[in-house]
């Protein structure tokens, strides 16, 4: 039996004054290093953002591991 190496990912974006979203998914473990990218599925969210839907683009940018998020939502 083979499992892949993914790690699981939750993260809730918070945007002043207009409220909150959330994202999940999964990561491979592969890519977590400078330039590894994945894409999280938007699950929701809060003020403007409620029901809202899409996804989150994940990017390492550095090797201390800060990450950049690019939200790609849809009403």
């Avoid at 918070?14 to 330039?35: C, D, F, H, N, Y």
């Avoid at 699950?43 to 409620?50: A, I, L, P």
């Amino acid at each position: 039996m083979h499992f892949a190496k993914k790690d699981t990912c939750s993260q809730i974006y918070e945007i002043p004054t207009r409220g909150t979203v959330t994202a999940e998914g999964l990561i491979p473990v592969s890519q977590l290093k400078v330039g590894g990218t994945w894409v999280l599925a938007i699950t929701g969210g809060t003020g403007e953002f409620e029901n809202v839907g899409g996804s989150a683009t994940v990017e390492i940018v550095d090797d201390t591991g800060n990450s950049e998020h690019t939200l790609h939502l849809l009403p």
